[in-house]
């Protein structure tokens, strides 16, 4: 039980800091408490070019490289696609 | 009229005899419609007449299921004869395909898609919006449902900067907002029927170039049942669809113009030639120059349009969705805009003052006036912003 209650919660933490970095970079408009894991951002306003400025953020931040057939709408829209995408890249990495 | 080896060489559609006459019809009234900056009625009557406003549809719509490659076959035979023929049949198979690729389930777009065919129905398009800075990607109009009604009915208000032959088609496809309360950029595709609008025109269409497109701004107010909003979002379709559509069969709009002006260049060199057995004419060697030009802009005009074809047979079609695409589908609208200018102007330059005149068989004048439009249709510089930041992303391969 152990091993998944941890991963559950580096998860957790994971999504967290791609809600925190949508907050600094999406430029969202609106009240940012009711961004969900799963809020399609593109319809909560983030505009193309504010999902370059994220897009580039999180390579930062997670230290890497989103391959071209990645940098799509579908990989960005939510912060649990996002998750999945970086979760998918961490793992060839490692 | 066609030769038989231009007839295997063609698809049937573009062979047929109804659309060989939509193109002398077209070629015929070219130079009245640009002088007068009138709508070129007899060509698309014609067009009519040859059930080319259903090519788009697919088979089980009653249409001709042309693809993407039929129908620049098509603009661009147009637009070597009338570049307002051709732009006007490009953007309404620019909606068609719109419609085609993202009904979803709709009872009532596959209901219009018969009528389109039967009616033969032209369809304009209402994306451009005063105060949104041309992004076609931003609407302030936005649909009001109109609580209780009968039908479920929605009703909206746009002021549209540029509605091409908007006083000439039957129906109108609009960007709008989803509701009052979306965001600029959450935006649907509405259609209706100018019977059921009020269209206001706010001003004159009296231009350089493309003058027969007609397209003043105008205040347009309607009011439908919900069924007629297309219910994919607008983001989809707008990637996936109407921009890799719109430029390429826009970028063989102007590639027909070129290869018209590039012709007459070629004639009158011809004809300087004969005048002097045995030489070359200097303007040979401009003419050598400007079939360099040519070639590489039918390069990168074919080749973008099998870069869509290859892409968009995938169902669903997930790269036409990537930065990737769209930095390149933009660098093919600023790079065939800028040629056909280019093109156009050395042919100028080849003609001389034979090319300079209005009227006459070397004249390029119409051509180099319609081609200026390409550049400022979506302006490169817009385009340019944006792969600016895209590219800030996305790293090109070979």
């Known amino acids: ?94 | 009229m066609s030769t038989p080896l231009r007839a295997i060489e063609l698809p049937e559609l573009t062979a047929s005899e109804a659309f060989q006459r939509a193109l002398g019809v077209a070629a015929k009234h070219a130079d009245e419609v640009d002088r007068r900056g009138r709508f070129p009625s007899e060509a698309i009557d014609a067009l009519r007449a040859a059930g080319a406003l259903g090519w788009g549809v697919p088979h089980e719509y009653g249409g001709a299921g042309a693809q993407i490659d039929d129908l620049a076959d098509a603009t661009f035979e147009l637009s070597r004869k009338c570049a307002a023929t051709g732009m006007v049949f490009a953007m309404h198979q620019i909606q068609i395909a719109s419609i085609v690729r993202h009904l979803a389930d709709s009872i009532w777009f596959r209901n219009y898609l018969r009528r389109v065919v039967r009616e033969q129905r032209l369809i304009a398009s209402a994306t451009s919006e005063v105060g949104v800075g041309g992004d076609l990607r931003r609407s302030i109009a936005a649909i009001q449902r109109i609580p209780d009604s009968p039908g479920d009915l929605v009703r909206f208000e746009k002021k549209a900067s540029t509605i091409s032959y908007g006083a000439h088609a039957d129906d109108l496809l609009t960007t709008v907002r989803c509701s009052t309360t979306a965001d600029p950029s959450d935006q649907v595709l509405i259609l209706t029927d100018f019977a059921q609008m009020e269209a206001e025109p706010t001003g004159e269409w009296d231009t350089l170039g493309m003058r027969g497109t007609c397209s003043p701004g105008f205040v347009v107010r309607a009011t439908c049942p919900a069924d007629q909003v297309l219910p994919v979002p607008f983001a989809i379709i707008a990637a996936e669809t109407m921009v890799p559509f719109s430029h390429i069969l826009w970028a063989h709009v102007w590639l027909g113009i070129s290869t018209e002006a590039f012709g007459r260049a070629q004639n009158f060199v011809r004809v300087q030639a004969r005048q002097n057995p045995g030489t070359t004419p200097p303007s040979a060697l401009r003419l050598s120059e400007l079939s360099v030009r040519m070639a590489e802009f039918r390069a990168l005009v074919q080749s973008s349009m099998q870069e869509y074809m290859s892409l968009a047979q995938a169902e669903p079609s997930p790269v036409l969705s990537t930065i990737g695409y769209a930095v390149r589908i933009n660098n093919l609208k600023i790079a065939a805009s800028e040629a056909t200018v280019e093109t156009c102007q050395s042919a100028l330059r080849i003609c001389g003052f034979a090319g300079y005149g209005n009227a006459g068989p070397y004249s390029v004048g119409r051509h180099l006036r319609d081609a200026y439009s390409a550049t400022l249709m979506i302006a490169n510089d817009r385009l340019h912003a944006t792969n600016a930041a895209l590219l800030l992303v996305y790293r090109e391969g070979k």
């Not at chain 1, 998860?11 to 940012?32: C, N, P, T, V, Y």
């Not at chain 1, 504010?50 to 990989?75: G, K, Q, T, Y």
């Open chain 1, 1 to 94: 039980m152990l091993p998944s209650t941890e991963s559950q919660a580096t998860e957790a933490q994971k999504r967290d800091r791609i809600r925190q970095i949508i907050k600094d970079h999406a430029g969202l408009g609106l009240d940012f408490e009711k961004v969900a894991y799963s809020t399609d951002l593109y319809r909560a306003g983030m505009t193309s070019y504010a999902s370059v400025a994220l897009m580039i953020a999180l390579e930062n931040e997670f230290e890497l490289e989103f391959p071209d057939a990645m940098l799509s709408r579908s990989v960005f829209e939510s912060i649990d696609s996002i998750a999945s995408a970086i979760e998918s890249l961490q793992r060839v990495t490692q």
